[in-house]
């Protein structure tokens, strides 16, 4: 009886992993290479990115991703791999060192600038929408301290 408990608990345990959420690198996202391409609604070309095998195997998918909180607007937030003065923004630093966060309605507050913090969601790669970022965390929650 107690094999069959125990190997209950593995199974279980190992069908839970593939429901989990991955935890997502800085490092995985720099898979990704540009090109130029016209944009008519803005009327020039622009770099777009051409994402790799490692961020195409997360798209769609539930990741963790921890970074720096930068605050663009009131309720527009970015991930950084940087502090704010090296951002993609400010600094050198490349497009694929941030992610447009997409706050769930429950994590709708005010985030403080630089502000190490955790989240998790779904990414979406963009490849087409000049308005938003090339990552994307759809449903961003922060993941507590």
């Known amino acids: 009886m107690k094999n069959v408990i125990v190997s ?24 990704v290479k540009y090109e130029p391409r016209y944009f008519k609604e803005i009327n020039q070309k622009i770099l777009t ?29 970015a991930l950084s791999k940087f ?3 090296s951002c993609f923004f400010c600094g050198g ?9 997409q706050l769930h309605p429950k994590a709708a507050t005010r ?6 913090r955790t989240f998790k969601g779904t990414l979406r790669l963009n490849d ?3 308005m938003h970022f090339n990552y994307i965390l759809e449903n961003a929650m922060p993941v507590a301290k």
């Open 8 to 31: 209950l608990m593995l199974m279980v345990s190992f069908a839970a992993i593939g429901y989990g959420q991955s935890t997502l690198t800085w490092k995985q996202l720099a898979d």
């Open 111 to 116: 985030y403080k600038m630089d502000e190490w």
């Open 83 to 85: 502090p704010y003065a």
């Open 49 to 77: 990115p051409l994402f790799g095998k490692t961020p195409k195997a997360y798209e769609g998918k539930e990741v963790l991703i921890a970074g720096y909180v930068l605050p663009l607007d009131v309720k527009l937030y």
């Open 128 to 130: 087409s929408d000049v």
């Open 93 to 101: 630093a490349g497009a694929e060192t941030i992610i447009e966060l």
